[in-house]
C-alpha cells in the first residue's frame, strides 16, 4: 500500500492498521515521489490523505489514468484530501472517499474491498495477458486516436521489441510513438494506415513497412470490443514471405514466357541466319574462284576501272562485304544461343559457375544499347572464381544493372559537358576466401540518400509508368538471397551510383583479395 500523507495522528494510526494487517506500507510526502514509486513499489491501493503543493488531486488521477490500465490500483482520498462528495470523486476516477473520522473497523472493510477487487483486476488483467501471447498473430487494441491500450508478445516480436515490458509502458500512448520508443522504428505507415481505417469504418487493411532495414508486408483485421467501448482489436499478420512467394512466382511465370518467346524467336531468326552464313561462304568461294580470272583478264592494269572504281577497290570492298556478313551472322548466332538460355529451367539449383560467362552474356544482350553512346569499361583480371548461382539468372542481374545504368546516364548527359563521357566500369570490388563481390559503377547523376533504401522495393520506380515496372532491382536482389549472397548500392548524389555483387564461393580457397579504385 502506498500513503500520500504528511506525519501526524491520522496518518500514524493508518500505518498502525496496516501494520496489524502485516501489508507493506509505504509513506511519502509528494504527489511526484508516489507517482515514481508506482512501477518501482507496484502497491495495490494509493491512498490520498495529505499533499504538497506540486500537484493537485485531479492531476494525480489524471496522472494515474493509463498506469492503471497495465497495473490494476485503487484510488483512495480522505476528506482531508479533497471537499468532493462521492459521485464527485468517482467521476475524477477516485474509487473510493474514505471518511476521515471512520472507525477503524469501518476504515478496514473498504481498504480490504477494494484490496481484492485490485487483486482480481490483476489476474483477469494477466490472464487476458496470457491469452493474447498464445496467438501467434500479433494482436493489440487501439482507440480512435490510434492510442495503444493492448499488445502481445507476437506484436512486440514482429516490430523487434526484445524487452516486451519496454512496450507495456507504452500504453495510453499514439501507436507511432511507442514503436519509435521501443524500437526506433516510426510506425507511420502502419499507424497513418489504421488511422484512415478506423475513420472509414473499413475493417481491413494491407500495408508495406520498413522494419529493421526490411520490407515487410503486413495485413491487418479490425474488430470492435463490444465490452470497451472505442477500442478495436487489430489482429496482424506478416505476409512477407506469401507476398514474396506471389512474387516468385510472378517471377518465374515471366521468365516461362520469355524462355517460350526467346525459343520462337531464336527458332525463325536461326533459319535465314543459317541461309545467310550457308550463302556467305558460298559466294566466297565462288568469289575466290573468280579473282583469278579478273585480274587476269585485266592484265593485271591497277589503272583499271569497273564502273567508276579501280578494280582492286572494287575487289577489296567484296572481301569487306563478305567477311561483315560473316561477322554478323556470327554475332547473330550468339546471340541467339543466349536467348535460347532464357528458355532452359534450371529449376532454380545454382551450382559452381564462372561469372565471367555470365558477364559476357550480359555484355552481348546489353551492348547494342551502349553502342557509340557509352564507355564500357571491363576492368576484370584473366580469370574469376568460380561461385554459387545459375548463369542464366546471374547474367539476367548484370543485365539488370547495366540497363539501370544506360537509363541513368541517359538522362544526365543533356547538361554534361561536350568533352565529357558517360561510362560504366566492371571490375572486382572485393574477394575473400568465402565471397567475391563485383561492382558495376557509373559516372551518372546518382541515387538520393533519401530514396536508396527504396530502389530494391518491388514494384518501386523513379521512372514513368510507361518506361518502368519497379520490379528489376526486386527481382535481382531476390536471386542473389537465393543464391547465398547480396545486392547493395553506394552512391552519393552527383557522383555516381556504384551497385555490388556479392557472390558466395563454390569452394573455401584462399585465393586473395582484390580492389576496385
Not at 500513503?3 to 502485516?22: G, K, T, Y
Not at 498506469?67 to 480522505?78: D, E, N
Not at 544526365?412 to 570490388?429: F, H, K
Not at 551497385?499 to 583479395?513: E, I, M, Y
Amino acid at each position: 500500500m502506498l500513503l500520500l500523507a504528511n506525519r501526524n495522528v491520522w496518518s500514524e494510526n493508518f500505518s498502525q492498521l496496516c501494520f496489524e494487517q502485516d501489508w507493506s506500507l509505504l509513506r511519502v510526502n509528494t504527489a511526484i515521489e508516489a507517482l515514481s514509486q508506482i512501477h518501482e513499489f507496484q502497491p495495490h491501493l494509493l491512498v490520498v490523505n495529505e499533499y504538497g503543493d506540486d500537484l493537485s488531486l485531479e492531476e494525480i488521477a489524471d496522472a494515474l489514468r493509463i498506469p492503471r490500465l497495465v497495473q490494476p490500483l485503487a484510488l483512495l482520498a480522505t476528506t482531508y484530501a479533497t471537499e468532493l462528495d462521492s459521485e464527485e470523486a468517482i467521476q475524477l476516477g477516485i474509487d473510493e472517499l474514505l471518511d476521515k473520522n471512520e472507525p477503524c473497523s469501518e476504515l478496514l472493510k473498504m481498504l480490504n474491498t477494494h484490496y481484492r477487487l485490485t487483486e482480481l483486476k490483476t489476474k483477469v488483467l494477466q490472464r487476458e495477458q496470457e491469452i493474447l501471447d498464445t496467438i501467434p498473430n500479433a494482436l493489440y487494441v487501439v482507440d480512435v486516436q490510434c492510442k495503444v491500450y493492448r499488445a502481445n508478445r507476437a506484436f512486440a516480436g514482429l516490430y523487434g521489441i526484445a524487452n516486451f515490458e519496454q512496450l507495456r509502458r507504452q500504453i495510453g500512448k499514439p501507436l507511432d510513438a511507442a514503436l519509435a520508443a521501443c524500437a526506433a522504428i516510426s510506425g507511420a505507415s502502419l499507424s497513418s494506415t489504421l488511422l484512415s481505417c478506423l475513420h472509414e469504418a473499413t475493417v481491413g487493411f494491407e500495408l508495406s513497412e520498413l522494419v529493421n532495414d526490411r520490407e515487410r508486408f503486413l495485413t491487418g483485421k479490425i474488430t470492435p470490443l463490444a465490452q470497451e467501448e472505442d477500442r478495436y482489436l487489430i489482429d496482424l499478420r506478416d505476409t512477407t514471405l506469401e507476398k514474396q512467394s506471389l512474387l516468385r512466382e510472378a517471377r518465374r511465370e515471366r521468365l516461362a514466357k520469355i524462355g517460350n518467346l526467346s525459343i520462337g524467336v531464336a527458332h525463325e531468326i536461326q533459319n535465314p541466319n543459317t541461309f545467310s552464313r550457308v550463302n556467305a561462304e558460298n559466294l566466297k568461294q565462288i568469289f575466290a574462284a573468280l579473282r583469278p580470272l579478273l585480274l587476269k583478264s585485266s592484265g593485271h592494269e591497277p589503272e583499271l576501272k569497273i564502273g567508276t572504281m579501280p578494280l582492286t577497290t572494287v575487289l577489296a570492298k567484296i572481301d569487306a562485304a563478305l567477311h561483315g556478313i560473316e561477322t554478323a551472322s556470327a554475332r547473330i548466332g550468339a546471340v541467339l544461343n543466349t536467348l535460347k538460355t532464357y528458355g532452359k529451367s534450371e529449376n532454380d539449383a545454382s551450382g559452381a559457375i564462372d561469372p565471367k560467362t555470365a558477364i559476357d552474356e550480359a555484355i552481348l544482350l546489353t551492348e547494342h544499347l551502349l553502342r557509340n553512346k557509352i564507355d564500357l569499361c571491363l576492368d576484370l583480371p584473366d580469370s574469376l572464381p568460380a561461385v554459387r548461382a545459375t548463369t542464366m539468372e546471374l547474367s539476367q542481374v548484370f543485365v539488370n544493372l547495366i540497363e539501370n545504368a544506360r537509363h541513368a546516364l541517359a538522362e544526365s548527359r543533356s547538361d554534361a559537358p561536350e568533352d565529357s563521357y558517360a561510362r560504366i566500369r566492371i571490375c572486382v570490388e572485393a574477394e575473400t576466401h568465402k565471397e567475391l563481390v563485383i561492382a558495376f559503377a557509373d559516372n551518372g547523376p546518382g541515387i538520393d540518400e533519401a530514396i536508396q533504401e527504396k530502389i530494391f522495393r518491388p514494384y518501386f520506380t523513379t521512372r514513368g509508368l510507361a518506361e518502368g515496372t519497379g520490379l528489376g532491382l526486386s527481382l535481382s536482389s531476390e536471386i542473389m538471397h537465393r543464391f547465398g549472397g547480396d545486392l547493395s548500392v553506394r552512391s552519393r548524389k552527383g557522383r555516381g551510383a556504384t551497385f555490388l555483387v556479392t557472390l558466395q564461393k563454390s569452394n573455401r580457397a584462399d585465393l586473395g583479395h582484390g580492389l576496385c579504385t
